[in-house]
């Protein structure tokens, strides 16, 4: 079983799979750079480190890249945690 | 002459394309602007294997070729031959970095889809390999269809292999028609190309990266920005402490000059205009490229280490409160030093709007050439004593005007973000590049270029305005028992600027002051030490310092307002120009003049009524 969480609330380090992300939540520019940075259903996320200065941006892990994301696009994006990586 | 072929390097950004390019072309290149834009171009000629030259242009990197910043634009339209002042290419080297291959595998092929002969430079295997990751070169090429040479440019490894390729490509296909708009979306694109990039994949083991041990530091919530801060201090300490000597051959080169010129020539106008005028101008503006470049190399440093990205990331929060984003941070830092290199570093910043706010209110931070003005004024005025211990007023003071100016910038940010730069803001979405030890040679060329940019601009806009400055103090001559400097056409501005800045508190002094600060702040208070020293005739010993002079003349509502005044005052005429240049018209300088005048104009007038009614 998965559980759906977005980017934004996975907790770090935990391999999860992008599930889907809501495009309507995005700006066109936004969207397009989201998807020319690789981000996809079925892709490998993981979150790596988050700015803590009020509430930051997250640098996450998507395919071999380290991608840096504001939280409301963060939130955007649902992703599953891999059943195996879970246990 | 017939042109040479062009061929255009590109590919994502972070691929490792400038290094590519700069281990291609050696020292051979040049610099430019395409027209109409604020975007580089990197150009280098490059002979083939069989003699024949070619020029090779580094075009700007690009994630594809929808255009989401004004670099990216000039990639697209120069690949479908649309760019102005630029030749369609005859080939491509498509730049790929070996370890991001499933990312920047989908942008290759968009490339590939263009018709053009392409070949593919697998850039830092070395790395890739460290990573765990073997690629076959092979596969890609078969399934691709176009060669593939791996490549590790900051070690020239596969430099000679990927030129032989290129003398196979360059003028053996007749370049194809311009194409039609990319065909495929971007998703199924991608998915092909990570289906791609895993055949090609001979075996990938998972390493501890040492990249995110440095990012465990770098990004830690708490160490993260101790590091951040203790870096800028040494960036600081050195952009003072390293450009003291340099600062000081320079001052003396020019006074050498000026000697000689004297020497050589005779007294009368032409000497004047020489000495007084392009040479002390100039001068006045290259004293600052010793800072300038000490700046940049850190800058350069910095961006080359793949360190500049986590400050964005670190700072994009409190940047995103006024409406700016994390790469806004490090060019406003800069304008603490000049806003000359800051806005010049504002190029960083993809967001147009984003970049047009930073460029605005960068000369809201305090330079330093407006700390001899503070200095002088504060050590006039304000007495020096004790707060509390260890606390003095003087140093209170000097720190409240720096904050009034980030302030200053903070609001002005947020009102302009509403108004005249408002729009969608692009937010924040950066790929964080792996850290890499920057190549002295890369960084050489990059301060070269910088450097050249300011050395153009002070030989020509700079040199220009000072003459003007001059001929106006200068001219007309004032007849024998009258000051020069009030009979001059400035003196007879100064005395109609008067009229508008006396309701402020200014007298006749400050508003001839305010002229040839517009060249260099920190002339200001030459121009005030110059207009006593002539009037100061029945003095004779000449012992009264500026310091009395000004006690002696200005109010301390007067002086409270002129520091005011500086914390906003319209900048000099080198921040002007360089704006000009960077937002490519009059249209924003201007804008910038006026808003910096008006609130420089409110707020000293606030100090001098709020002061003068205080009864200080």
Not at chain 2, 97 to 107: E, G, M, P, S, V
Not at chain 2, 221 to 246: C, K, N, R, Y
Not at chain 2, 444 to 471: D, P, Q
Not at chain 2, 498 to 509: A, K, L, Q, S
């Amino acid at each position: 079983m998965t559980t759906p969480i977005s980017l934004e609330t996975l907790p770090r380090h935990q391999a999860a799979i992008v599930d889907d992300i809501d495009w309507s939540r995005l700006a066109t520019p936004e969207a397009r750079r989201l998807r020319e940075l690789g981000f996809d259903s079925g892709v490998p996320v993981q979150v790596l480190h988050r700015a803590r200065l009020g509430a930051g941006p997250v640098a996450c892990r998507i395919g071999r890249m380290t991608v840096a994301l504001r939280r409301p696009v963060a939130g955007a994006i649902r992703v599953s945690i891999e059943p195996l990586a879970a246990e | 002459m017939e042109m040479p072929p062009l061929v255009a390097m590109v590919g994502n950004p972070n691929a490792g394309k400038s290094a590519l390019f700069n281990a291609l072309t050696g020292a051979r290149q040049k610099v430019g602007n395409y027209p109409g834009v604020t975007v580089e171009r990197h150009s280098g000629r490059l002979a083939l294997d069989d003699g024949r030259p070619v020029e090779l242009v580094d075009l700007p990197g690009a994630y594809s070729l929808e255009p989401s910043s004004p670099d990216e634009r000039v990639t697209r339209d120069v690949l479908l031959g649309a760019q102005s002042g630029e030749r369609r290419p005859d080939a491509l080297v498509v730049v790929l970095d070996a370890a991001n291959i499933d990312n920047h595998l989908r942008f290759a092929m968009q490339l590939i889809a263009l018709g053009l002969p392409v070949v593919i430079a697998l850039n830092m295997v070395d790395l890739a390999e460290r990573d765990g990751l073997v690629l076959d070169p092979t596969v890609l090429a078969r399934e691709l269809g176009v060669p593939v040479v791996p490549t590790v440019a900051v070690r020239r490894r596969g430099i000679d292999t990927l030129r032989a390729t290129l003398t196979g490509l360059v003028g053996t296909a007749a370049a194809p028609a311009a194409p039609a708009a990319p065909v495929e979306d971007i998703r199924t694109l991608q998915r092909r190309a990570r289906a791609l990039s895993k055949a090609a994949t001979v075996s990938e083991t998972p390493t501890r990266r040492w990249h995110h041990a440095l990012d465990s530091v770098a990004l830690h919530p708490v160490f993260g920005p101790i590091l951040l801060v203790a870096l800028l201090f040494v960036m600081f300490q050195a952009v003072f402490s390293w450009s003291e000597a340099p600062i000081g051959w320079i001052e003396d080169g020019f006074t050498a000059l000026e000697a000689a010129l004297k020497g050589m020539m005779p007294d009368g106008f032409l000497r004047s205009l020489l000495t007084d005028g392009v040479i002390a101008g100039v001068g006045a503006v290259l004293v600052f490229l010793p800072q300038i470049l000490i700046l940049f190399l850190f800058i350069l440093v910095l961006e080359a280490s793949g360190y500049m990205v986590r400050a964005a990331f670190l700072m994009d929060r409190m940047m995103a409160g006024v409406g700016l984003s994390g790469r806004a941070f490090i060019p406003l830092l800069s304008s603490f030093a000049c806003a000359v290199p800051g806005i010049m570093a504002t190029r960083t910043i993809e967001d147009e709007k984003d970049r047009l706010t930073t460029i605005l209110i960068a000369p809201l931070m305090t330079c330093s050439a407006r700390l001899p003005v503070y200095t002088i004024i504060i050590g006039a005025f304000i007495p020096a004593r004790q707060v509390v211990p260890f606390v003095g007023l003087q140093g209170l003071v000097l720190l409240g005007l720096y904050l009034m100016g980030i302030v200053g910038a903070f609001v002005a940010a947020l009102l302009l973000r509403r108004t005249v730069t408002k729009g969608e803001s692009s937010g924040f979405m950066m790929e964080m590049p792996k850290y890499q030890l920057p190549r002295l040679h890369d960084v050489a060329i990059g301060l070269w270029s910088r450097a050249a940019i300011f050395l153009k601009r002070a030989g020509t806009t700079i040199a220009l305005t000072t003459v003007v400055l001059w001929a106006l103090l200068s001219f007309p001559q004032a007849p024998a028992g009258q000051s020069q400097v009030e009979y001059s056409v400035a003196g007879r501005i100064a005395s109609g600027l008067e009229v508008i800045v006396r309701p402020i508190g200014f007298n006749h002094d400050i508003a001839l002051a305010l002229i040839p600060a517009m060249a260099a702040r920190e002339v200001a208070v030459a121009a005030i030490g110059t207009a006593y020293a002539i009037d100061d005739t029945e003095d004779a010993s000449g012992a009264k310092s500026l310091v009395d002079h000004l006690r002696g003349r200005w109010s301390l509502p007067t002086a409270l307002a002129f520091l005011m005044w500086f914390v906003f005052a319209p900048q000099c005429i080198s921040t002007i120009a360089v704006t000009r240049r960077e937002t490519n018209g009059w249209r924003w300088p201007v804008f910038m003049l006026a808003y910096l005048f008006v609130t420089a104009y409110v707020m000293a007038g606030i100090t001098f009524w709020l002061a003068t009614f205080a009864g200080l």
